[in-house]
C-alpha cells in the first residue's frame, strides 16, 4: 500500500491555514568576526498550521476525519498553499510560458515540470510533483500544444508527449499549471479543547512538507 494518499486537505480550511519555506543554515562566526555560512539542505522543506483554518464545528469535525483516515503522521496528502500553488503570480491565470521545464533534443518526450524561484544571483529550482492535471498548459518554443499532444502523470508531475509531437532540437518546453504540496501530518496526537475552542482558541494542527 502506498503511504501517500492521492487527496486534497479540505480547501475551506487550507486556504486559511498559514505556512511557508523553511532552510536550514549552518553560520560559523570567525575570529574576524566574518561569517561563514554553509546550507545545510540542498531544498526548502515547507511547514504548515492548519489550525487557522478551522472556524467551525463542521470544519473540525471534517479535519478530525481527515486525521483519522491518514493515521496521524502515516499518510501524506496534498496540501493547497494559498500563497504558492501556481506557476505565475498570485492572482493570474497560468499561462503555457510560465515555467521553462526542458529543451528538445529530438529524442526526449518527458520532462518534468518544475517551478524557478528567483534568477538575478541564484536561482532556486523546485520540482513539482503533484501538479493539478487539468491546469497544466504546455508550449513549445511559445506555442501551445493542445491537451490530446501530451499526458501530465498527477502523482509525479511528469510531461510527456505523445507519439509525433516530440519537441525538435533546440526547442524550448515551458508550461503553466496550479499544484499542491505533498505533506503529512506533523503530529500523531490531535488535541482539541472544546471549551477553548468555542472560546476562539486555535486548534494546533502542524504539517510538514515531505517527498512523496
Not at 524561484?117 to 513539482?128: D, K, L, Q
Amino acid at each position: 500500500m502506498s503511504d501517500f494518499h492521492e487527496i486534497c486537505f479540505p480547501l475551506d480550511v487550507s486556504l486559511n491555514g498559514r505556512g511557508g519555506p523553511e532552510r536550514r543554515t549552518e553560520i560559523v562566526t570567525l575570529g574576524s568576526n566574518r561569517e561563514s555560512r554553509n546550507a545545510r539542505w540542498a531544498h526548502s522543506r515547507r511547514r504548515y498550521e492548519a489550525g487557522y483554518g478551522v472556524k467551525t464545528l463542521a470544519q473540525l469535525a471534517q479535519v478530525i476525519e481527515f486525521f483519522e483516515e491518514r493515521r496521524g503522521r502515516l499518510y501524506g496528502f496534498r496540501w493547497r498553499d494559498r500563497a504558492d500553488f501556481a506557476s505565475c503570480a498570485p492572482g493570474s491565470t497560468p499561462a503555457p510560458t510560465d515555467q521553462t521545464i526542458g529543451t528538445g533534443d529530438g529524442v526526449r518526450v518527458a520532462f518534468q515540470l518544475v517551478k524557478t524561484y528567483g534568477g538575478a544571483f541564484s536561482a532556486y529550482v523546485r520540482t513539482i510533483a503533484k501538479p493539478v492535471a487539468p491546469s497544466v498548459r504546455v508550449a513549445v518554443n511559445g506555442v501551445e500544444k493542445a491537451a490530446s499532444q501530451f499526458n501530465v502523470e498527477p502523482t509525479t508531475g511528469v510531461v510527456t508527449f505523445v507519439s509525433g509531437h516530440m519537441p525538435p532540437p533546440g526547442a524550448s518546453v515551458t508550461a503553466g499549471y496550479q499544484f499542491d504540496t505533498p505533506v503529512r501530518f506533523d503530529t500523531d496526537f490531535l488535541e482539541i479543547d472544546m471549551q477553548a475552542f468555542e472560546a476562539g482558541a486555535i486548534p494546533k494542527i502542524p504539517l510538514i512538507e515531505i517527498v512523496p
